[in-house]
């Protein structure tokens, strides 16, 4: 079964107002890898979080990994128009990678 | 540009073919994931290749298959189609061997429409 969940599976923002995804996973991760998926593309690697905790700051966009590396997060702060897209998250487990089931997020100007 | 490429970027065939797809990794990347996407759906992991051997297994149906030849391209066969098959097939390629840890680079896709 899907071992990483993520949530919302769509997010409707004014241009302006934040975002957050978040992703869960039922087992210890060791790493964390988050893509974005511009509408009619293929999924771009943004970063990789490997410490328990740890905090990346990407310009308007900040990952974070849980303490436990069970779950994760990406926010974006004062969204843009061109933020829109899926974003994903790929959990690895020492043994097998999960994708999450995307978050579509869209932007009105 | 990623620097994987995939062809044929569309192809539509009947029920009951089979096709193939094919994928060029980047230069120096030893390994090729294939995803599939149905319309508004997640990335669905297939199979993974490493430098010409199967490294790890997804969700791929017996009638799908797929290989990685020595100058590491890879092909993704598909038989028997169904029309539940039709999908954005994705390629994507590592430079290393552990799936979930090294960057994914991928293709601009091949999409699949089964009639």
């Known amino acids: 079964g899907q071992q990483v969940m993520q949530i919302p599976q769509y997010q409707h923002v004014q241009e302006g107002e934040d975002f957050t995804t978040y992703c869960n996973s039922s087992?210890?991760?060791?790493?964390i890898q988050w893509y974005k998926q511009r509408p009619g593309g293929h999924p771009v690697f943004l970063i990789q979080?490997?410490?328990?905790?740890e905090v990346k700051k990407q310009k308007r966009l900040t990952f974070q990994f849980g303490e436990a590396k069970k779950n994760s997060s990406l926010h974006i702060t004062a969204t843009q128009t061109t933020d829109v897209g899926t974003y994903f998250c790929?959990?690895?487990?020492?043994?097998?990678?999960?994708f999450g089931s995307g978050t579509k997020l869209n932007v009105k100007p | 540009d990623s620097g994987v490429t995939q062809t044929p970027k569309h192809l539509i065939t009947a029920t009951g073919q089979r096709v193939t797809l094919r994928c060029s990794p980047r230069?120096?990347?030893?390994?090729v994931y294939w995803y599939q996407q149905s319309l508004d759906q997640g990335l669905q992991f297939l199979i993974q290749?490493?430098?010409?051997?199967?490294?790890a297994k997804g969700n791929i149906l017996e009638r799908f298959s797929a290989q990685q030849f020595p100058d590491l391209h890879s092909e993704l066969n598909l038989s028997s189609l169904e029309l539940g098959d039709s999908a954005l097939y994705f390629c994507a390629s590592s430079v290393g061997r552990t799936s979930g840890y090294y960057e994914q680079y991928f293709g601009p896709g091949t999409r699949l429409t089964v009639t």
């Open positions: 087992t210890t991760l060791s790493n």
């Open positions: 979080l490997v410490k328990s905790g």
């Open positions: 790929l959990g690895d487990n020492f043994n097998k990678f999960y």
């Open positions: 290749y490493y430098n010409g051997e199967e490294r």
């Open positions: 230069s120096g990347d030893l390994s």
